[in-house]
């Protein structure tokens, strides 16, 4: 949902962190009184943002003083390997445990608490993968129809998105792009990622006037939907095999 810059590869800084050597992406903010700081939903990068005056060296020594900090959020990210049975997968916001059946129906059932799956083990985790995109499909088609037609705007082509830095993004042509993923978490919260990218279409910018249009269409906290992101957001890279 927020777009951030990079400098050239060439001379990106980074910081060691758990063993890793994360890329900082520094983006000043007019209206921005501190300094911020958190490490990407997949854990791909840390992200600061500071104010217009603010020297990048500080932003940078920052990032060095909260290495502590950013190694527990890099231990807390999802462990790879292949989802199964009795894993549990976020869907829409609820946990359910996946209760696999090889005799069972392939085609994924979720009940309350449960998603119910059949089919051979060893492609149970790609299945579920391409289980939760059409789901997501079907779900930010409806929810990019009902935006644009509240922003009065012509519904574009939608694609789906795999992006390990962003949750959605419009491009210049007017097309919008969402992370599938995002059917993992709470409607409120896949909703306002779809909005904030459809009030693009009508200002192309973070502007006054794009966040009224964004208050004027979306139904929900703003708020809210982008603090459960950053609280939660990593929790939807699940390693599908």
């Not at 299945?127 to 930010?140: I, K, V």
């Not at 973070?206 to 208050?215: D, G, I, N």
């Amino acid at each position: 949902m927020l777009d951030w810059l990079r400098r050239d590869s060439t001379e990106e800084p980074v910081v060691e962190v758990a063993g890793r050597h994360l890329p900082v992406v520094i983006r000043r903010l007019e209206r921005a009184r501190r300094m911020t700081m958190r490490l990407a939903p997949d854990g791909s990068e840390v992200r600061i943002s500071i104010p217009r005056w603010t020297r990048t060296a500080e932003a940078l020594a920052f990032a060095q003083s909260r290495r502590d900090w950013l190694a527990r959020q890099v231990n807390a990210l999802p462990v790879g390997g292949p989802v199964g049975d009795g894993a549990v997968l976020l869907f829409r916001g609820e946990a359910l445990t996946i209760a696999h059946d090889a005799a069972a129906p392939r085609r994924p059932s979720p009940e309350p608490g449960l998603l119910r799956v059949g089919g051979p083990a060893d492609s149970l985790s790609s299945r579920l993968a391409r289980w939760l995109q059409a789901e997501a499909r079907e779900m930010l088609v409806a929810d990019l129809a009902e935006y644009c037609e509240r922003a009065e705007q012509p519904r574009p082509a939608l694609g789906l998105s795999s992006a390990q830095r962003r949750w959605g993004s419009c491009a210049h042509d007017g097309s919008i792009r969402i992370n599938w993923r995002l059917v993992m978490a709470p409607d409120m919260v896949r909703r306002s990622v779809v909005a904030h990218e459809v009030a693009h279409l009508v200002h192309f910018d973070h502007s006054p006037a794009f966040h009224h249009c964004l208050k004027t269409i979306f139904e929900g906290s703003i708020h809210e939907a982008n603090r459960w992101l950053k609280t939660n957001g990593r929790t939807l890279y699940v390693p599908f095999g």
